[in-house]
């Protein structure tokens, strides 16, 4: 680690209660490197086949997941990064997590698949400033194609392996680099993991490094490229959203997960964040509009 003024190893402790709400943990895979390994977790949120006869636009102002399109007929235009894209049939596309994009679609029929797809420390593999990944290969398509027909999560699992194989590669010094990145700050992915969001404070995490809150502060935004405040701010809507989308906890169950004892905070918070009350949020039926904005 990079904290030679405290040579100490973190400790991490005081975790959820068993009733915490977990979610589905998906499937993991290691790829060697050195005297070491890669750890990659990839977890299914949703998948399915879209098939419409009519054009539509979607505006995405912060995506939660990351994206894996598959047109078998059709197709869209993408504006992302202030880049116009035609996204054509039989390439397979990915979308990165936190990608600001607008979409039309043409009629369509879209395979699709809404992944968390994350390192061993539970943070995206993408780096904040990506944009749209084209891959093509014709058995990656045909493994997708056929994981559609199965309707088996088996045949969904290895047709995302087989699509890894050929994508992260690409990436090798990116993976490392986050990987480095995110071994530095590894006690405080956990301690986030195991902690009511809302109650977790600077000083709990400066306390791990036994830093002073305004070092390890500086520390982690020079490191990460983003602000400790806001990562945790962003940290917390994700988790409210998939809450509210994918459980059946009603929402003073999940502000009692997230750390409000207060059911009213945790409204103001919400709301202040995604322009909606949890409500409105879940009552959103139309997947692709009802990803919010942070403020």
């Not at 209660?17 to 977890?43: A, D, L, M, V, Y």
């Not at 880049?83 to 699709?112: A, C, D, K, S």
């Not at 992944?115 to 904040?128: A, E, K, S, T, V």
Request: charged share 25%.
């Amino acid at each position: 680690m990079d904290f030679s003024d405290n040579p100490s190893t973190p400790q991490v402790k005081d975790s959820l209660p068993k009733e915490h709400w977990r979610r589905n943990n998906g499937f993991s895979w290691q790829i060697p490197c050195g005297e070491t390994s890669f750890q990659f977790r990839c977890r299914i949120v949703e998948h399915g086949i879209t098939i419409a006869q009519k054009e539509s636009d979607f505006n995405h102002p912060y995506p939660m997941f990351t994206r894996v399109f598959l047109f078998r007929k059709g197709g869209a235009e993408i504006i992302c990064r202030n880049q116009r894209r035609t996204l054509v049939e039989n390439r397979i596309y990915i979308l990165p997590t936190n990608m600001v994009f607008q979409i039309h679609y043409y009629p369509r029929e879209l395979i699709y698949y809404h992944l968390c797809l994350n390192d061993g420390y539970d943070q995206p593999i993408f780096d904040r400033e990506e944009s749209v990944q084209e891959i093509v290969s014709d058995p990656v398509r045909g493994q997708l194609l056929r994981a559609q027909r199965e309707k088996s999560e088996i045949f969904h699992h290895a047709a995302l392996l087989s699509l890894f194989a050929e994508f992260l590669p690409q990436r090798q010094e990116q993976i490392f680099r986050n990987f480095r990145r995110h071994l530095e700050f590894s006690a405080l992915f956990e301690y986030l993991d195991t902690h009511p969001l809302a109650l977790v404070s600077l000083s709990d995490l400066a306390g791990l490094y036994g830093l002073s809150d305004s070092t390890f502060s500086k520390r982690f935004s020079r490191k990460m490229g983003i602000s400790l405040k806001r990562f945790l701010l962003e940290r917390q809507i994700r988790y409210a959203c998939e809450l509210l989308l994918y459980s059946p906890k009603r929402v003073a169950e999940i502000a009692e997960i997230l750390g409000y004892r207060d059911i009213t905070y945790f409204y103001r918070f919400f709301r202040k964040q995604t322009g909606m009350t949890p409500q409105e949020f879940r009552k959103n039926k139309t997947m692709e509009s009802r990803c919010p904005g942070l403020a």
